[in-house]
């Protein structure tokens, strides 16, 4: 085959692709099976490896994501990218639309449902995308053309070569995309995320687009915000104008003139919203013509011609039919309500979060009683209060058991901590977690060994303990492997690396509870050892800044458990380094704590903070009255200007190197 035949074969299998992309997700009327597209497509990417010559930035094979970045770019917003004024009752939109209305009489309303996800910038250069970028604060925003590639929905060519188009959408997460995710992150034992909007905030700005690729994002384009060679006079024209381009355009839009017709669009978007397959919330009520809208202009904040319908949560009665445990990996018994199915915000919901004894306790719940549900952030179901009228005496207490359901320990149930622990670290429900989190990069730092591996060595009866890590041999890991010998010796070569870490990651892959990494640190800089440590009596533990009462009291009980002594004497015979190695070097910069901004050049965020720490200082995350001085690298943001707003000390990396060469 000649190459032009070639070249012609590879454009016609681009074309055919995006004819199914924009079927499937854009128009929602696929025409091909599933196994039928993946075909082409692989068809597709073995001839653009075959002949790189004919590769093409805006070919559907790019959606699969590339190299990882290191950073996110700047972009800086030619046209704002405001945010909405919210309104809260029909009282407060009814004075929105009045005072529009008492100088523009016959103006229109553009009435939109408002998606839940991440703002976004599209730009095309001659119909062709070239950028892609967050909000930002509306004026400054990051390049994440990679990521935005991985979206079907998004268009890599227009179907018309505009010279320039730059439109604003909103990228989601759809309800059943999320499910599925968060169901494998429970399964491999990882945080969940909290609602379909984080779990998108964080896809977004992963610096490896394949993991975004996975993750099966959508958008909707809902706004021009420049526009080059086409004059659009209105936003239902260019609502029209967009869909005319191709592009995933937000559904079922209403054109409004009063505010009867705008408050019953409302109510219908918000008694149907529960069943979309997208989370929104609230309506978008935006003024119709472009020159009304730049006549009245916006305040520092917001646009004056649009407003956001917030709707209140939805809240419905069920029963309350039992209270389960589940037991966490820092040892932490969460009660679950086992509800009486019910139908909230779109979903069939039989569980709900109880929070604590404290909570239970609060709102004086019973076994058998009814309830009032809602979906906390429109999707964790928690109970909101006790029908207490609906009460027929049949209704029992709830009690926590004295020992834990898992492994029979007895239970730390103290009066002044709303949880109820178990603090055996070998319990069989927090082992796999605890292991997990005792070979984690800011623990022991056990590289290559991750969950899977874990989980099949514990199914093994390998793992009884995280002592037993530095008992496992290469042939136990190597079994796990096809040809795993290579493997396995990387992985024990790290186990026996970790030996050597300071001692501050011992104690905090400990997992004792309420001792975060900086608080293992300051208790190993304290007590030097962990014999030392363990020794320690209360008001010794509370003479370290930052330990209180509850802290010291956690830290002690820890230790009293003989179970946990004996996994500490087994890691201690296998050789692991209980000694502190980060002596303090001189205290000039106790008592102040830094704030770390930008990109530093010298060193990386972990050594920067390290040399901080041996000099008796502290970092912290942001920006407050309490931070002491804000080391700037190049491209410091928000925090910076914090700084300077706050009156707080600022320095550069120059003055860093001086201040501790001194």
Same mark, same amino acid.
């Not at 969460?334 to 019910?342: D, G, I, K």
């Not at 509850?550 to 692991?576: L, M, S």
């Not at 707080?648 to 201040?659: A, V």
């Given at each position: 085959?000649? *190459? ?6 590879? #454009?016609? %299998? ?18 091909? !099976? ?5 075909? *082409? ?6 001839? @653009? ?28 917003? @030619? ?62 925003? @990051?390049?994440?053309? @990679? ?14 070569? %505009? ?17 599925? &995710? ?9 945080? *969940? ?10 896809? &977004?700005?992963?610096?490896? !687009? ?28 260019? %609502?029209?104008?967009?869909? #005319? &381009? ?6 079922? =839009? ?51 011609? +649009? ?16 209270? $389960? ?133 514990? #199914? ?13 041999? $290469? +042939?136990?890991? +190597? ?18 690396? !970790?030996?050597?870490?300071? %001692? =501050? ?5 400990l997992g004792i509870p309420n001792v975060g990494e900086r608080t293992a640190k300051l208790l190993a800089r304290h007590f030097n050892t962990l014999d030392n440590l363990i020794n320690a009596t209360p008001e010794e533990l509370m003479e370290i ?47 102040? $704590? ?5 990109? &530093? ?17 502290? $970092? ?43």
């Amino acid at each position: 085959m000649e *190459l032009t035949e070639i070249k012609n074969k590879i #454009e016609k %299998l681009r074309e055919i692709i995006e004819e199914h992309n924009r079927n499937y997700y854009i128009l929602d009327n696929p025409t091909i !099976s599933d196994y039928e597209y993946d075909m *082409l497509m692989r068809e597709l990417i073995s001839l @653009e490896e075959k002949y790189p010559e004919f590769k093409s930035p805006t070919s559907p094979s790019v959606r699969i994501g590339g190299a990882p970045l290191k950073e996110f770019k700047k972009v800086v917003h @030619e046209v704002r990218m405001e945010s909405l004024q919210d309104v809260f009752s029909y009282e407060e939109l009814s004075d929105f639309v009045e005072k529009i209305k008492k100088d523009a009489p016959d103006c229109d309303f553009i009435v939109e449902r408002k998606i839940d996800g991440l703002s976004v910038s599209l730009e095309y250069q001659n119909g062709v995308f070239f950028r892609g970028s967050t909000r930002g604060d509306g004026d400054v925003g @990051e390049d994440i053309t @990679e990521n935005l590639k991985t979206i079907k929905s998004i268009l890599m060519k227009l179907k018309k070569a %505009l010279p320039y188009i730059e439109v604003r959408g909103e990228v989601f997460m759809p309800k059943s995309v999320f499910e599925k &995710l968060n169901d494998e992150r429970e399964k491999n034992e990882e945080p *969940l995320f909290a609602n379909p909007r984080n779990a998108a905030a964080g896809s &977004l700005r992963q610096l490896d !687009s394949r993991i975004t690729a996975k993750r099966r994002l959508d958008i909707f384009v809902f706004n021009i915000q420049r526009i080059e060679g086409y004059d659009i006079t209105s936003h239902n024209e260019a %609502l029209r104008f967009l869909s #005319e &381009l191709g592009f995933k355009v937000i559904p079922d =839009y209403r054109l409004c003139s009063t505010f009867d017709e705008i408050k019953n669009e409302i109510e219908i978007i918000g008694d149907n919203r529960g069943e979309l397959p997208f989370d929104i919330d609230g309506a978008v009520i935006k003024v119709n013509d472009f020159d009304l809208r730049r006549k009245l202009g916006s305040t520092s904040k917001f646009p004056k011609w +649009a407003a956001a319908f917030k709707y209140p949560p939805e809240i419905k009665e069920t029963k309350l039919l039992d209270i $389960t445990l589940d037991v966490g990996r820092t040892g932490v018994l969460t009660p679950r309500a086992v509800l009486s199915p019910v139908r909230l915000a779109g979903t069939r919901v039989e569980a709900a979060t109880i929070h604590n004894k404290d909570y239970i306790k609060k709102l004086d719940i019973k076994i058998g009683d009814t309830v009032l549900v809602r979906k906390a952030g429109e999707i964790i179901p928690e109970i909101v209060s006790v029908v207490k009228d609906k009460r027929d005496g049949s209704e029992r207490d709830f009690e926590f058991p004295k020992y834990c359901p898992s492994c029979g320990a007895e239970l730390v149930n103290d009066e002044n901590d709303a949880f109820v622990r178990c603090v055996n670290i070998s319990c069989p429900r927090q082992l796999i977690r605890g292991i997990i989190h005792f070979a984690s990069r800011p623990a022991m730092d056990i590289e290559g060994l991750g969950t899977a591996i874990i989980e099949q060595l514990a #199914e093994m009866g390998k793992l009884k303990s995280v002592a037993d890590l530095y008992y496992l041999k $290469t +042939a136990d890991i +190597a079994a796990l492997y096809k040809k795993g010998e290579k493997n396995a010796e990387n992985i024990m070569s790290s186990i026996n690396k !970790s030996k050597q870490n300071d %001692l =501050y990651r011992l104690i905090f892959g400990l997992g004792i509870p309420n001792v975060g990494e900086r608080t293992a640190k300051l208790l190993a800089r304290h007590f030097n050892t962990l014999d030392n440590l363990i020794n320690a009596t209360p008001e010794e533990l509370m003479e370290i800044q930052d330990v209180g009462n509850i802290v010291a009291e956690c830290i002690v009980g820890f230790f009293k458990r003989p179970q946990n002594i004996e996994v500490i004497e087994r890691i201690k015979a296998a050789g692991v380094n209980t000694e502190n190695k980060s002596q303090v070097l001189d205290n000039r910069f106790e008592g102040i $704590t830094f704030v770390l901004t930008g990109g &530093l050049t010298n060193f990386t965020r972990d050594e920067a903070t390290a040399i901080i720490e041996k000099f008796g200082g502290k $970092t912290a995350s942001s920006v407050s009255k309490k931070t002491g001085i804000v080391l700037a690298g190049e491209d410091a943001g928000s925090k910076l200007q914090k700084a300077k707003d706050l009156g707080i000390k600022i320095i550069d990396e120059n003055e860093f190197i001086n201040l501790i060469k001194e």
